[in-house]
């Protein structure tokens, strides 16, 4: 894929974008083949999950620069002054026609752009988040509240302009930290969740909540996850590491009944809020994964673990190992992370594995397995 920043030294981020999408996706499955060795020598592979290779982003995470008459959203150079993005040919039409607008907006609200190197300034970051409809749900990530009253006095003039944006929040970071948000969330419209329509299962995603970026091939996540659960056929489903309920309403929708267990309350929240429209059998709980997991009087059938780049850990893979569960779902952003959890539970083998090209253009992708006893 062809990429001006790139060709100009502006942006390398996607560290591979020279080679050809279908030898980035060998490239990935070679190694995904060799960090899972001997624990996948039985399994099948299938095909890999290949999306678009330009405009799959659902989420754009610009950070501003530049002055409030010429801001900037995109990154920081290497000497903390703003470099523009917003031709990225990641983001699709829907989402990068909003940044214009909201530069506009910034300038209009005289809302200051954070400078890292002087620690002075109030907006950190821009994040757009765009849903399969079209609509967008932005946040502006702000130092402290300073600006809040001028976002919320000229907002009427940015949902003129941007007609499709549905949720719309200030995020507080006070600290000079390199970090995307902080834990303050303050809402500026009366909507507080973005719809994700995903295989006719409305997801319900708040501001602080996680949500696949590739929204094509989180679709095909869920869809393979669903089919493996139906062949399993388990009578108790838990979904550990759950966010908004992707996995579990997916299986739910199918009569099971599945619990579904993550940290963040605002994704609990989002869960329970879809589960009630869908009108179907789970229970979402916040609470800490292996913590809850050790808690309970039995283990379920069939667990899902959607864990984030450190993986499940030891301790929630000893219990794994030791517990009478008997189907294993682990879906995995880290293929390293996923080879040593595997090693903690030698009881299981790997079955299926299905490679899904997540990240294009970069060496990160998306793996799930499907585990069962040996």
Known sequence: MQCDYYEAGVCRSCTIIELPHQDQ?????????????????DATWLDPVVGPERGFRTKAKMVAGGSIASPTLGILSPHGTGVDLQE???????????????????????????????????????????????????????????????????????????PQLTVASANILAEHRAVLEGEREIMLTEATSLTMAINGVDLHLQPRSFFQTNTDVATSLYRQAAEWVEVASPSSVWDLYC?????????????????????????VASAQRSALALGV????????????????????????????RRGIGKALAGWLEDSGVQTVIYS???????????????????????????????????????????
């Open 281 to 308: 059998q789970a229970e979402f709980i916040a609470a800490d994964a292996t913590e809850w997991a050790f808690g309970q009087p039995s283990p379920p059938d069939l667990v899902i673990v959607n864990p984030p």
């Open 88 to 162: 990225c040919p990641l983001y699709p039409p829907q989402l990068a026609q909003a940044f214009t607008p909201l530069k506009e907006f910034i300038a209009l609200a005289g809302i200051s752009p954070y400078s890292v190197p002087e620690r002075r300034g109030e907006l950190k970051n821009v994040i757009v988040t765009v849903a399969p409809s079209g609509e967008l749900m932005v946040r502006f990530v702000l130092r402290s509240t300073e600006s809040l009253a001028r976002l919320r006095k000229h907002l009427p003039w940015l949902l003129g302009r941007l």
């Open 25 to 41: 996706v060998a490239g990935k499955l070679a190694q995904c083949r060799e960090l899972l060795g001997h624990l996948a020598a």
């Open 332 to 374: 995995s952003c880290n293929a390293v992370t996923l080879a040593k959890d595997l090693a903690a539970m030698p009881s299981w083998r790997v079955r299926q594995v299905r490679l899904l090209d997540m990240f294009p253009h970069t060496e990160h992708y998306e793996v799930a397995v499907l585990l069962a006893r040996s």
């Open 243 to 267: 966010g908004v309920g992707g996995f579990a309403l997916h299986v739910a929708r199918a009569g099971r009944a599945v619990t579904g267990v993550e940290v963040s309350d605002a994704a």
